[in-house]
């Protein structure tokens, strides 16, 4: 049954485990790809262009930004990120699920913008936890830190207009509800009634 | 966490097998309840009062219609039907969920009735995949069945105003999505709100 490609984005303080969910459910659903986004930060040691992000300078960006190329983009922790709107159009027509890991000022744009998207605010279960998973983040900075656990607390506000809510505690169960939501989204009535008319003459 | 049950209402055509889903269901969720309907129809073979309905006369349903105990009642070929409103505020404020497997007349009226309910539609693969399963349930004789499948088609066009829609060709397939219905709804940010906002304060 040919459908739309459905969009689902996904956003989370740092530390709630928003990537590491994301990995593991790509993986389940061979239908499902990561929508890579753009940004001006530099690298981290590891990262791949194309894969993990587009890495562009601030020119490129902003060259795209006026030429209206992305679906999205924002300014989070001083850098830019945003999401191709090519991309995004492709995939919905081609029947492919896309997933966007964005921050809320660009799942906010988003929503603002495209009909059927599947919004998802994935928490850790308390900011002390938050914390916790932050220290023992080898890879971030005291002053870093200590910036993220006070982003967090405007973030975690925003999880009001989001459809759905994972609570990270424990990660497999975090998987399994996040697995649960895609699984559910493809039953929506709204999605099938067009693949179904024609078989049941509704 | 304490938040309000949660209803389930499900309904199909005869032989889409949601009696089957139902039980299916109700024995991995630990937390979900199948509400027993209120019926004037006969007892079939093997039914229990108060398993698998309340068995009422005419004259008993008529009253409890008068005086407002039900949340929905129908009639439905023939016989009548209806959900206790004393059962189901019951649940939702001891924080049962609880599953209804009635018909479109009657989910119409809960519909209009309460916040919060998710409504769930399950499709046979086919009208010939109907006639097929309802060929084989001995338990119906050849007019019952032709007038089965003649309501099934006016249930069918009901599908449209349900949130969900379940396609049961392959049982398991079937069974995964309607858990996963279920455990997606439980992550819906309205409901996990009020009882995050004391963590978070939001």
Redesign the interface.
Known sequence: MKREGVLYVISAPSGAGKTTLCKEIIDIFPNLRHSVSYTTRTPRQGEVHGRDYFFVGQEEFSRMVAAGEFAEWAEVHGNLYGTSLATLKECRSRGIDLILDIDCQGARQLKGRFEGGVYI?V?P???GELRRRLDNRSSDSEDVIERRINNA?GE??E?????????NDNFSEAV??L???????????FR??QG?AA????
């Open positions: 605010f928490l279960p308390s900011i607390a975690i506000k999880a009001r207009w989001y459809d759905y809510i994972i609570v399994e509800q697995k649960s939501v895609l699984i559910a989204e493809q039953c929506r009535a099938l009634l179904l078989t049941f003459q509704i």
